[in-house]
């Protein structure tokens, strides 16, 4: 849901009870458009977001870790040197407005005094500006707004609120029934409570559409039908209604969940809903899990965008290659004909520019047309012949292990496309990220000024198995680490002829059971090309018999003593 007036309002009062006399310990950015500030209490420290993303603006609570840019941007330098140490006074909204305005008490050795943080929520308009007696200190978005070119936001000029919107206040109920009197002497055919729903949206300020649909839904209900609620003479109108219930309505947040799927969430039951502690704690997990799943999207297309450029140049190299070799098949035919002039020098002479001779080589015989240079005399016309001979005979010898290695490069680069498909979470991608940096088809990122560089360690898949551990490779780097960290007894499974993760079962000493074997080989081909299969061929062996060659790609082994069973792929948990 959109950060509307309704769910500030009630989000304001909760982090004023929780933050009014917390300190500011730490202010990081997370990207261009996300502040963390670390704030402790007196009692805990809690972790506030301030986000201006267009899509999902916020200022709430929350529990989710989140790597700090590597470079603090200009904005969080500033908020550093003017609010750190800063005790929080107040959080308020300002009216019925989507800005939630913060006010700190800054002290430091030579002054003391007031600044306000005014975070304007308010989709794509969305912004945070810090101030101190009206007078903007620095914005995170410094250019003015689309259309609004009174408004100025640059570090020194007077603070302005946003334009007010031609649309009602909630509680002003004439305004509302003159409105919505006039609206509906255009619809003579009647309106129904999805048109009064918009309505609501389109003339009242600071509701979102679920929202208006939510107040609609109970106006219905509680004066027994749409006509009803718009009698002057109704139990509770619908111009009165609204009021009361943005100024009345108890805090009970829920989280909104649709077959299984965390649709939305509201600061009121509603059907569908599963109650949460705090309108920010549902604020908290519905944004984490909708930026979870955007991040994930938007690097999973970054790889594949990267693997799929790569494949491109690989196969472009290929053909070329494919054609070079296709001409270099002519080797022999050139040999023939220096053959065959040097065989008849006496019958040529200089000035020719073709002459027919007898083919011997050729078992059905017959004859064969030589062209000739007539610049040439007839021995250097033969030589040139083998010159030519020697020069496809040398391409030949040089592209044929090329040709091999192309395509043993192509086999790679399509592993890599299939881990990127089957990946499922951010882990699943974050070394195969590595693994195309290294490759140098993506730029490493910078690492944090003075900061110390994080091993990434990345747990394999687990399953376990009546008591017996089954791992799988998320990539072709861990499909190398689990190879060397399995016992030479383990089995280890591979999908026949389909690029799949390497499946390891950590027997320590046990016998591996029919069950036992099925459920991983159905693990290994849910994990590989052939998800989307019926009978999917199935290679296991023990440990000791697969074998990695040296220099070879990641995740490339070669294996013997194997057997081959045929499952239908399923995740399992």
Not at 347 to 372: D, F, P, Q
Not at 493 to 511: C, D, F, M, N, P
Request: proline fraction near 4%; glycine fraction near 6%.
């Amino acid at each position: 849901m959109p950060q509307d007036a309704f769910h500030i309002r009630r989000l304001v009062g909760e982090l004023n009870t929780l933050l009014v006399g917390g300190k500011i310990n730490r202010i990081s950015q997370v990207n261009k458009d996300e502040l963390t500030l670390i704030i402790y209490t007196g009692k805990t420290t809690v972790k506030l977001i301030v986000s201006a993303n267009a899509s999902n603006a916020r200022v709430c609570l929350s529990l989710t870790e989140k790597e700090p840019a590597p470079v603090a941007p200009n904005f969080c330098m500033l908020l550093r040197k003017h609010l750190q140490n800063a005790e929080i006074l107040s959080v308020r909204q300002h009216e019925f407005e989507r800005i939630v305005e913060i006010t700190f008490h800054c002290t430091s050795d030579f002054s003391e005094c007031d600044r306000v943080l005014y975070c304007e929520l308010m989709g794509k308009y969305s912004n945070v500006i810090l101030t101190e007696k009206g007078v903007i200190l620095g914005a995170l978005k410094t250019t003015a707004l689309e259309n609004d070119n009174h408004r100025i936001l640059l570090a020194g000029a007077k603070y302005l609120y946003p334009a007010p919107q031609d649309k009602l206040s909630p509680f002003d109920g004439a305004g509302m029934r003159s409105r919505l009197e006039n609206y509906l002497s255009m619809r003579p055919e009647g309106v129904d409570a999805e048109t009064l729903s918009s309505f609501l949206f389109e003339n009242v300020y600071g509701l979102a559409l679920p929202t208006a649909r939510e107040i609609i839904k109970r106006a219905v209900l509680i004066n027994g039908g749409v006509k009803n609620l718009l009698s002057p003479s109704a139990k509770n109108p619908l111009w009165s209604f609204v009021g009361e219930f943005c100024e009345n309505e108890p805090n009970a947040p829920c989280i909104k969940w649709e077959r299984g799927v965390m649709t939305d969430f509201f600061a009121f039951p509603v059907d569908g809903g599963q109650s949460t502690p705090s309108l920010c704690k549902a604020e908290d997990e519905f944004y984490t899990a909708r930026e979870s799943k955007k991040g994930f999207d938007d690097k999973k297309r970054k790889l594949e965008n990267a693997v799929r450029a790569l494949k491109k140049k690989q196969t472009k190299k290929l053909q070329e290659t494919l054609e070079r070799l296709k001409d270099a098949e002519k080797a022999e035919t050139f040999r023939i004909k220096g053959e065959l002039l040097t065989a008849n020098l006496y019958r040529l002479e200089k000035g020719m520019t073709e002459i027919e001779l007898e083919n011997w080589y050729e078992a059905e015989g017959g004859t064969v047309k030589i062209s000739l240079d007539a610049t040439m005399s007839p021995s250097k016309n033969a030589q040139k012949y083998f010159k030519t001979y020697n020069k496809y005979k040398r391409a030949k010898e040089i592209l044929t292990p090329m040709l091999k290695t192309e395509e043993a490069e192509i086999e790679y680069t399509d592993s890599v496309a299939s881990a990127i498909t089957a990946a499922e979470t951010m882990l699943d991608l974050k070394e195969i990220e590595t693994e195309l940096t290294e490759m140098g088809l993506l730029r490493a990122q910078k690492e944090r000024a003075g900061g110390k560089k994080k091993e990434l360690v990345i747990p394999f898949r687990e399953y376990e198995f009546d008591g017996v551990k089954i791992y799988a490779g998320r990539n072709n780097l861990q499909n190398d680490r689990l190879l060397r960290a399995a016992d030479p007894d383990d089995i280890w499974l591979h999908t026949q002829k389909y690029h799949s993760s390497h499946v390891i079962i950590a027997l320590e000493g046990r016998q591996v059971s029919d069950e036992l074997l099925l459920y991983a080989a159905e693990i290994c081909a849910y994990y590989s090309d052939g998800r989307d299969g019926d009978k999917i061929p199935v290679d296991y062996c023990k440990r000791k018999y697969v074998k990695k060659p040296n220099k070879s790609k990641a995740g490339f082994v070669i294996y013997t003593d194997y057997k081959t069973v045929l499952v239908k792929p399923n995740a399992h948990k």
